[in-house]
């Protein structure tokens, strides 16, 4: 069966400093991957998205960027961190017409 | 553009009574309709969804949905909450696909409280 792995699952990061966030997926093959960030605990809002191995597309212009170095390897990164950014971070996969969401990793940015 | 709403904040029930959580829609075309529930600090997990076929879904841990076309709705149910069930509920269309990718556009969420 599939199983999605997010971590850290928590982060306390100074203001400016850089951010590395990995997603992982396991039991499928080149599937479509998700970046989402949830702010106060209720909206949803899509950040970047891949097809493939390399293939992104950012949804927002934002201080983030994503990349997809492996086939089932998703990362959400940073050079300096804002105030801003703070939120819990959702991973998601692609299977069935469905996409399945990760643990998450909340961010607290001081 | 595509849209959902939960017109309701909050919704508050009694353990054993049936529950209702909203959800209306606009798409261009035919939707991708989605149930999520999302218990503290923990991610998104899916409950049901409706691609074409009966009206009425079914899902997990007892909850279905009814797709009305009409009514641009897409409501959740249950005949008998929980407190178990107390969480924070997304409903979710699928845009149309861009490419090979789909995008997900949510709800401002719905929350659960089933008391005893």
């Known amino acids: 069966s599939q199983t999605i792995h997010q971590w850290p699952a928590t982060l306390v990061q100074p203001v400016g400093s850089p951010l590395s966030l990995e997603c992982t997926v396991e039991g499928t093959s080149n599937p479509n991957l998700y970046w989402y960030r949830q702010a106060a605990g209720r909206g949803l809002q899509l950040l970047f998205y891949?097809?493939?191995?390399?293939?992104i597309s950012s949804e927002v212009p934002q201080n983030l960027s994503a990349s997809r170095p492996q086939d089932r390897q998703f990362i959400l990164s940073s050079k300096k961190l804002l105030l801003s950014d703070s939120g819990f971070y959702l991973c998601?996969?692609?299977?069935?017409?469905?996409?399945?969401f990760g643990p998450g990793t909340r961010l607290l940015v001081l | 553009a595509q849209s959902v709403a939960q017109p309701e904040d909050q919704v508050n029930v009694a353990e054993g009574n049936p529950l209702t959580v909203k959800c209306t829609y606009s798409?261009?075309?035919?939707?991708?309709l989605f149930w999520y529930v999302q218990y503290p600090n923990r991610g998104l997990q899916f409950l049901l969804k409706y691609i074409t076929g009966d009206n009425l879904v079914k899902g997990s841990y007892g909850f279905e949905a009814e797709f009305n076309k009409s009514q641009t709705s897409f409501h959740l149910k249950k005949p008998s909450a929980l407190v178990s069930d107390s969480a924070l509920y997304f409903c979710?269309?699928?845009?149309?696909?861009?490419?090979?990718?789909?995008?997900?556009?949510f709800g401002t969420g719905t929350r659960l409280q089933v008391t005893l």
């Open positions: 798409v261009s075309g035919n939707p991708y």
């Open positions: 891949s097809v493939g191995i390399g293939q």
């Open positions: 998601a996969w692609e299977g069935e017409e469905t996409q399945y």
């Open positions: 979710a269309v699928r845009v149309l696909p861009t490419g090979t990718a789909s995008k997900l556009t």
